[in-house]
């Protein structure tokens, strides 16, 4: 999963679920390396992935991993979401979660109807 985000270091919570070598994947590189040009809302919402994925991973023994093939250390977000609503544990993230990415897609959509007008 080349749009996994964060290091897997600052969000494994020392579990030993999965197997990891030190990869890095291609949107936190990307990410690292735009962090100074980031908006406010992008970097709030990215901190809460953070949060989410942490917790994901604390609590890794109680999620059904078969049924959402999870099977390494560089699950989607899609996955990390449902397996947990199904168990409905971090639900207070999801919607802080679902909170910024409002946000952040107004402030979107104000800029393109900006260059657009």
């Given at each position: 999963n080349h749009f996994y985000p964060f290091d897997y270091k600052e969000v494994f919570s020392n579990n030993n679920f999965f197997d990891y070598n030190n990869e890095k994947r291609f949107a936190f590189e990307y990410l690292k390396n735009e962090e100074k040009i980031m908006t406010k809302e992008s970097f709030d919402l990215l901190n809460s992935g953070k949060e989410?994925?942490?917790?994901?991973?604390?609590?890794?023994?109680?999620?059904?991993?078969?049924?959402?093939?999870?099977s390494l250390w560089d699950c989607g977000f899609w996955q990390i979401r449902k397996s947990l609503k199904e168990i409905k544990i971090g639900l207070d993230i999801l919607d802080k979660i679902k909170l910024k990415r409002e946000i952040l897609r107004e402030n979107i959509f104000k800029e393109v109807w900006r260059f657009i007008s």
């Amino acid at each position: 999963n080349h749009f996994y985000p964060f290091d897997y270091k600052e969000v494994f919570s020392n579990n030993n679920f999965f197997d990891y070598n030190n990869e890095k994947r291609f949107a936190f590189e990307y990410l690292k390396n735009e962090e100074k040009i980031m908006t406010k809302e992008s970097f709030d919402l990215l901190n809460s992935g953070k949060e989410l994925y942490k917790f994901f991973y604390e609590n890794i023994e109680k999620i059904n991993l078969n049924k959402y093939k999870i099977s390494l250390w560089d699950c989607g977000f899609w996955q990390i979401r449902k397996s947990l609503k199904e168990i409905k544990i971090g639900l207070d993230i999801l919607d802080k979660i679902k909170l910024k990415r409002e946000i952040l897609r107004e402030n979107i959509f104000k800029e393109v109807w900006r260059f657009i007008s």
